[in-house]
């Protein structure tokens, strides 16, 4: 009777472990559909390069400071240098910070790199997309929504679904932080307006 309750439980926690993986497979399929860009490894990549110490300023700055801690009416940086200065890397930098504050403080973070190289990160339903990708993992909610969007055969979501997505993450998910990379790099005026418009709808 004993080895018969042993094997139950066996049976059960298999059963178990085999719908979590499902359940985390399927999720990283619609993820994948919303967009097939991946920031962790952007950042990984970019991160890569920094040098320990390197950057301290900025983040000890009153601006981004004040910035962290949604003190006053600063709820938009927009941070300018020449070409070639490093300010990739100290995105970076500001976006690890970042990362390791929502670990402790449970807020969410998002971003985006536009690379020179890259056509389709420099285009506002891309980087829409890739933010979305982002926070729609901390929401179930939306999570589901798209899930079932997905599984009826829709195609996947276009600027204007996108947009509305990300308000409704923005909404539910309460203080988030974003940071878009090299926004100079959107050459279009036409993207470069889009991107603008969704992120001031966010602010």
Known sequence: MQDIR????KTELFLEETAVKEHNIESQNVLDWISDFNAPQDQAEIHKDHVIGIGDWLLESDSILRWLEGAGSIRTIWCSRFKGSGKTVMSSVVINHLLEQAREDGVSVAFAYCKFNVK??????????????QLAQKDSQVLKQLSDEKHKGALRPNFHTLQN???QLCHNLGTIFVVVDAFDECLDPNERLKLLSILK???
């Open 120 to 133: 389709e990160s420099r285009e506002a339903e891309k980087v829409v997309g890739s933010l979305v990708k």
């Open 165 to 167: 997505y990300l308000l």
């Open 201 to 203: 709808q966010v602010e």
């Open 6 to 9: 042993k094997t139950s439980s």
